[in-house]
């Protein structure tokens, strides 16, 4: 696309804190490029990490890992607005290329053979980390989708290994994602009791419907935004739900399309 022809690459300064080297350090199969043009960052990547990996396919999961060709742009100076965006699919990027996709699209299906499906008739969506040995999530809480594409659905442990600042990315409405460990805490908690209905027994977290937003002093708002330096950004959290499923800000364009 034309306004992304002309671009200037991101200097180790400012918002990204001196991430470049996250940015440059490709796997022997990871490649991504972040760049500055007409006020948007844009990323460019084949969707590969620049970590170690589980195995795939594996029980959970029957797809193999593929480059892809990703390129996705979110504003720059991105503006809180007053009504958040509930969020599909994907949700922001990291730095190292891999897509964020903290959701998933199956639900509790008991005429399934795994016992879940894409049938959302009984309202009872999986979770991805909660589901993430159903799902075949590997040590980086990622795994792969029938694209072959490689994203997140928690936190990011091989990213944070080599990570030199708290940024791990950007989310679809440009906001910056952190991640600062214990010293950002999710707003949500587990609902108490057992479910009714559906796939019954104890809200234990495999099912989205099993938390609920109770927010409290010091705590995450429900995109799992807070404040950073002064300045208004998302975490990565430890417990659900772990990326931001929703945005304060306009929403790119390039998260509205497959």
């Known amino acids: ?3 992304r022809n002309t671009r200037m690459t991101l200097a180790c300064a400012a918002s990204l804190a001196c991430a470049s080297t996250a940015l440059s350090a490709a796997a022997a199969s990871g490649s991504v490029t972040i760049t500055k043009s007409r006020s948007e960052i844009c990323m460019v990547s084949n969707g590969l990490p620049d970590h170690a990996t589980g195995t795939f396919p594996n029980r ?9 060709y990703i390129e996705v742009c979110v504003p720059e100076k991105p503006v809180r607005t007053a009504r958040a965006t509930p969020l599909r699919g994907a949700t922001g990027f990291a ?26 008739a009984s309202g009872w969506k999986l979770d991805g980390m909660g589901a993430g040995k159903m799902l075949g999530l590997d040590i980086n809480n990622a795994h792969v989708d029938h694209r072959g594409l490689y994203h997140y659905h928690g ?12 940024l791990v990315g950007f ?11 214990a010293g950002a805490i999710s707003g ?6 057992n479910r009714s209905g559906g796939p019954g027994g104890k809200h234990d977290g495999t099912y989205v419907q099993d ?34 499923h929703c945005a304060w800000g306009r929403v790119s364009a390039d998260f509205a399309r497959p």
């Open 188 to 193: 949500y908690s587990l609902k108490p009791g």
């Open 95 to 120: 730095l190292n290329g891999v897509m964020i996709r903290p959701g998933t699209a199956d639900y509790y299906d008991p005429s399934s053979p795994r016992g879940f499906s894409r049938n959302r």
């Open 171 to 181: 989310a679809a409405d440009g906001f910056e994602i952190h991640y600062v460990g």
């Open 155 to 166: 936190k990011p442990t091989g990213f944070l290994k080599g990570a030199r600042s708290s």
């Open 211 to 244: 938390w609920e937003y109770t927010g409290g002093p010091g705590r995450l708002d429900e995109c799992n935004g807070g404040t950073l330096n002064g300045a208004f950004v998302y975490f990565v959290t430890d417990t659900y739900p772990y990326f931001p």
């Open 60 to 68: 959970g999961n029957p797809h193999s890992m593929s480059a892809q």
């Open 1 to 3: 696309m034309n306004r």
